[in-house]
Each structure stands twice: as C-alpha cells, then as structure tokens.
T-cell receptor
Framework: EAQVTQNPRYLITVTGKKLTVTCSQNMNHEYMSWYRQDPGLGLRQIYYSMNVEVTDKGDVPEGYKVSRKEKRNFPLILESPSPNQTSLYFC????????????FGEGSRLTVL | QKEVEQNSGPLSVPEGAIASLNCTYSDRGSQSFFWYRQYSGKSPELIMSIYSNGDKEDGRFTAQLNKASQYVSLLIRDSQPSDSATYLCAVFIGNQFYFGTGTSLTVIP
C-alpha cells in the first residue's frame, strides 16, 4: 500500500529534550516536506527536500532540523524543543518537484511541557 | 509575502445544494493550485488539482482557476453530509506549498 508513515503519532515531552519525528514514504517520491498545523494559522511549511542531500527552509524553520540521507526517509529533528513547538505535524511527499499532489502522513501530535 | 486567503466559515448548506468555496492568492508566480479536504483529526487528502485557467470537473467537484484575478474556487454539487469537513486551498510557488487557513463546511441533512 502506498503510504507516508510518521512516528510517533503522539508525544508529550519536556522543554529541551531532543526528539526526532520520523517520516518514511514507499512511493519513490522525489519531494518530501514537513508542515505544522496550528489553529487559525493553517498548515505552514517547515522544511522541504527535492532530492537526497538537498533540503531547504520553508516558512517556519526556526528550531527544527531535517536530513535526507535516503530518498524514502525525511526525519524532523527538534534539538531543544520549546512549548511554542506544541503542534500537529504532518509529513508529506510528492512524485513531482514541480508542484504535484501531496500525499500526507497521518500526523504527529506533539506537546512540549 | 506569499499569502493564500480563504473565508474560514463556517459555511452551512442543506443536503443536495451547491457549496461554493473561494480562495485568493497574492503571488502571480503561482504555478499549481490544489483543494484538499481534511476531516477533524485526520490528514489532508487531495480533492482537486488545477494548473491552467478555466474549469476542471471531477464527479461532483469543479475547480475554477482565474489567474488574472488570482482566485481559485471549488464547487461541490449535490452536497452530502459526508462532505462536511474543512477544505484547504493550496498554492505551489517556487518549490514551496502555501496553504490557506481552511473553510469549514457543514452539510445539513
């Protein structure tokens, strides 16, 4: 089954404790991206990647890191989480780097205390 | 600044009616346009994509794009209670996706 898989789905952590949210797709997609969704602010792009070893900042990259060492994986790293990073996070991928359909993972709800 | 604007709603229509959702965008360099549906607690799923001016129909859904006026709309014909969800407009500009805040639609049986 074609899918984008995120883990963990739910996480409660404390300020400053490093965490990684994994994202994996099995569709051989070139484009992968991370978003956060907050009430009233909609989906905002954090980082995106157009190919292995190629990553770029989105609109809200502060406090996040990513890597793309393999085509299928695109983890999101919070080195020192803060309460303002409490949010619903989505990973998404697309077959096209020119603006094709995004396939979303199921989301990861993160709470930072 | 790249912006995608939608009326947040809520928009309520009776079952069987036409629901009309609108979206405007600020960047004339926008290349691709999408409508996603998001049920509460779920991830967004694609309803329609449109890349050139005019109308695109898929079943009960019609997307309309007017690049000169910088708007894209979604019409849902014969609305069903299962269409009740938040609809997100998205625009692809310069390697990035930009989303509106979504319009909440309720279809009343």
């Amino acid at each position: 089954e074609a899918q984008v898989t995120q883990n963990p789905r739910y996480l409660i952590t404390v300020t400053g404790k490093k965490l990684t949210v994994t994202c994996s797709q099995n569709m051989n997609h070139e484009y992968m991206s991370w978003y956060r969704q907050d009430p009233g602010l909609g989906l905002r792009q954090i980082y995106y990647s157009m190919n292995v070893e190629v990553t770029d900042k989105g609109d809200v990259p502060e406090g996040y890191k990513v890597s793309r060492k393999e085509k299928r994986n695109f983890p999101l790293i919070l080195e020192s989480p803060s309460p303002n990073q409490t949010s619903l996070y989505f990973c998404a991928s697309s077959f096209s780097v020119a603006g094709g359909e995004l396939f979303f993972g199921e989301g990861s709800r993160l709470t930072v205390l | 600044q790249k912006e995608v604007e939608q009326n947040s709603g809520p928009l309520s229509v009776p079952e069987g009616a036409i629901a009309s959702l609108n979206c405007t965008y600020s960047d004339r360099g926008s290349q691709s346009f999408f409508w996603y549906r998001q049920y509460s607690g779920k991830s967004p799923e694609l309803i329609m994509s449109i890349y050139s001016n005019g109308d695109k129909e898929d079943g009960r859904f019609t997307a309309q794009l007017n690049k000169a006026s910088q708007y894209v709309s979604l019409l849902i014909r014969d609305s069903q209670p299962s269409d009740s969800a938040t609809y997100l407009c998205a625009v692809f500009i310069g390697n990035q996706f930009y989303f509106g805040t979504g319009t909440s639609l309720t279809v009343i049986p």
